[in-house]
């Protein structure tokens, strides 16, 4: 219980300058404008419940200081809360305002010495962290009292904890006010370190990207659902305006829409039927990049997925598939049942979860013989993502990256742990002989955890003789910008955080052509120009002529393929984007119509008493190119 003798004494003491100050922090908030992470311009508070687990996640994150700098002491055990609330609102709410608590840390507490609160009244340690988080809330509803709803059920230590924050109204005020002046700021968001406010602000425009549920309805209907709600298609999509949606240039089933939509976009039946399902964009490159690699029939093992919406992402992009999706990385199996509902509502019947963690999964398990590629999406600083909290929960992230966001970056430390698991994750996928290809991608902006980690995997990869060695591939994603080509020159994706995106890092890993070691194919004829030779099987030649010094070596000549263009699917006026219809060259390497005797076998060596064959590159048929 709280000690109410000295605040009812302080309270009553009629101090001007106090009283002045007050009145200054109070004309000072309302002359910022600030906002609160919801964006909400008039905030009327929280319930009880949001307010004990936003003390029991601060409790975890908080920052520890040395003892000569400590000024409140917190308490170890958590608070009780009234159940175990599953309410993605009430959870979000309760992370928000636990770290915005965490980023004014050093504010709040020092604003609660100055006004007495501590030294006037004998405080529990157990619940300075409930405290801080409504000491920071008090404050951020320019301290006026909440507005509580009739049926709301009330917990104790919360009533306790506002009553006396009401009854040290004036004082809190007048020590927010003189810390302000101190520091020169017209209010304590512009206190905090450049790159937390440089990310709140991006935080505050980045659009919504929502991804189709092809399995339940196509982009044409969703485009004329949305039409009937009031929303236009238009190219992109501005931080403020009408209702508008855009297609996503990298991926044709991504929509994007502007931030402040989300409320009204989660009221219709879109979202709530599981037809379109908001996540990072991030994360859809991921599987985008893991499609354009399969075959009809290739399963794939996809690691550290976080959100089950990736999971559900990369079943519908393989519906038509025959290829079959393990899963690693459940936390709990008491989880399944949950999570098993949820595919089933999106229409995924392809999806497996496997109970094992990665690293202790075989990988000659008799189960993956058919995967041949690993998504991997290790956990990261998460350091290229404007909103942490949003991060965390889709995620399911460790809560401690909130104290990370709140300093603006990762330790040293840190960060060599986790650059040292995401290498031993990605030596682990490479060891897979029936893989053919590991995509990894992560949210961090640190080369440390990015191309450091891939390079150093590549480096110190096993050459074994059995399986050929991977090889860094270029993306398999569309370069949009130049910018985009710039960043990809070394054959890595790589989008930098902004206002319209999250940061977002991919690499490709392909194990390198396996060259044949047949007798019968020569490593100088490409497999093309045998295909579309003459229908006469080739036979293998009697001799092999090692080419003498004086003989000339003739240089192959690049003979220029066309190939029609590729559509991509849903083509529709009203439908994705129109794809140009360009002309995609590939070339193949073939000899000269003069081939310098004893350098390349030709069927006359095989055959005696035979005429020799016209020459081969002559005797491909030529086609007509009606697509030109």
Known sequence: MLNSTGELEFSKENNTEISQLASLALSHDAASGENNSTGLLEKTGYPDSVYVMAANIFQG???????????????????????????ESVQRSSYELAFSALKYQDILETILIDSYIFPSTTIPDH????????????????????????????????QEVENLLISFKTKLAAALARYRIKHDALSIYHILPETVRNQELRASTLPLYAWINTCKISPEEVYHSLKKK????????????????????HCYDVLIFPSHLKNDLLNIDLFKEYKLIFQDKSRSLAVHSIKALLNMDDDILMVNTGSWYTVAHMSVLTNNNTSKIFVCGVQSQAKDPKLMNLFTKMGCKNVEILPETFINIDSKDHRLQKVKVILLLPRCSGLGVSNPVEFILNEHEDTGLLKDFSQGGTSEDKLHVLAQQQYEQ???????????AVVYCTCSVYPEENEAVVKKALEFQDHGIKVQPYRLSPPVLPLCSLKEIHLSTDKFFRMEPSEITNGCFLSVLTREVRKSNKPATNPLVPTLMKNTSSSRPYERPTNFLRPRPEDKMV????????????????????????????????????????LVSGYLPTPSLSRRGEKPKENLSSSLPRRSRPWL
């Open 127 to 158: 619940l300075s962290s409930l405290i801080i988080v409504m000491l920071y809330d008090f404050q951020d509803r320019k301290f006026q009292a909440r507005l509580l709803s009739d049926n709301e059920e009330s917990i104790a230590e919360v």
């Open 230 to 249: 009031g929303y236009h298609k238009v190219k992109s999509v501005p931080h403020i305006g009408d209702k508008v949606f855009a297609v996503d240039q």
């Open 555 to 594: 240089a192959l000549k690049p003979v220029e393929i066309v190939l029609p263009p590729v559509m991509l699917p849903f083509p529709s006026p009203q439908g994705t984007r129109a794809q140009m219809p360009t002309q995609h060259f590939y070339c193949r390497w073939g000899a000269p119509k003069t």
């Open 61 to 87: 994150i908080r920052i520890e200081k040395s003892p000569e700098k400590v000024l409140i002491k917190y308490g170890s055990e958590p608070l009780q809360s009234l159940s175990e609330c599953e309410d």
């Open 426 to 436: 990605l030596t682990h996928a490479m060891k897979f002989t029936k893989a053919q």
